[in-house]
């Protein structure tokens, strides 16, 4: 992926309704990103397989193949970032959505202008540290007794076998284990982990950690227990004592 913090980024927009499409362009090439378009899910697929894209604007509903289809076809092969276009009510689509590897909704009908926010603000964390605004430098590799996190390798172990989480997930759990015992609330992890300022829906963070706690728990249930609700307030990541 080409560092998109010093050069023209490049975006794959999916929608099949060409009034769509042309509107994102004009908003998204007046920040100069580069922006090739798919007008069905085949085509988007095959388009992001066979380009370094920096991010993909992908519609949900598609003549055949879907973007839940799409996304989990292109997770087994890329780990480009992915910004999922749903209509209003399809609250499950969107759940099933993150299970696949989205990173990011944008409800329609949408604002263009919160669409370009939340495509800068997934680019700015498209380096594998980008999110990290701590004080603290990064640790390549964080220790617990049931959990380990490589972060070099980008690596999450439970009991010492590797765990596969989306981008997402994994940016939220090396993001608490940094932390270990400190209390984030939802809009501070909005702010620090998806880079959102003014937009974003305190579920997306419920849902990522629901994911996490479900993939941990595969493999350990102390490891899934670490990450402890605080209610009304938000989350943390206990060390066992």
């Not at 998204?28 to 069905?40: F, K, P, Q």
């Not at 993909?56 to 997770?75: F, H, N, Q, T, Y």
Request: hydrophobic fraction near 40%; charge should be negative.
């Amino acid at each position: 992926m080409s560092n998109v913090q010093n050069e023209e980024a490049k975006i794959l927009v999916v929608d099949d309704e060409e009034r769509i499409r042309r509107l994102l362009r004009m908003y998204l090439e007046r920040e100069n990103y580069a922006i090739d378009e798919a007008e069905d899910g085949e085509s988007a697929l095959q388009m992001a397989l066979d380009n370094d894209y920096d991010l993909i604007l992908l519609d949900l509903m598609l003549p055949g193949m879907d973007g839940i289809e799409v996304c989990e076809a292109l997770r087994l092969k890329k780990s480009t970032p992915i910004i999922m276009l749903t209509a209003r009510g399809e609250e499950a689509n969107r759940v099933q959505g993150f299970e696949v590897g989205t990173d990011d909704y944008v409800i329609k009908p949408f604002s263009p202008r919160e669409v370009v926010y939340r495509v800068k603000a997934l680019l700015r964390r498209s380096s594998a540290t980008a999110f990290l605004n701590t004080e603290m430098s990064t640790k390549s590799e964080i220790v617990f007794s049931q959990l380990t996190i490589n972060h070099d390798a980008h690596q999450v172990l439970v009991n010492d076998v590797e765990i596969n989480l989306t981008p997402k997930e994994y940016d939220l759990l090396y993001y608490l284990a940094q932390s270990p015992d400190k209390v984030f609330t939802r809009e501070q992890l909005l702010k620090d982990v998806w880079h959102y300022e003014f937009f974003g829906d305190l579920r997306t963070v419920d849902t990522h950690i629901k994911r996490l706690r479900e993939k941990l728990n595969r493999h350990s249930p102390e490891a899934a227990n670490m990450i402890k609700t605080i209610w009304g307030i938000g989350y943390k990541l206990e060390v066992p004592k």
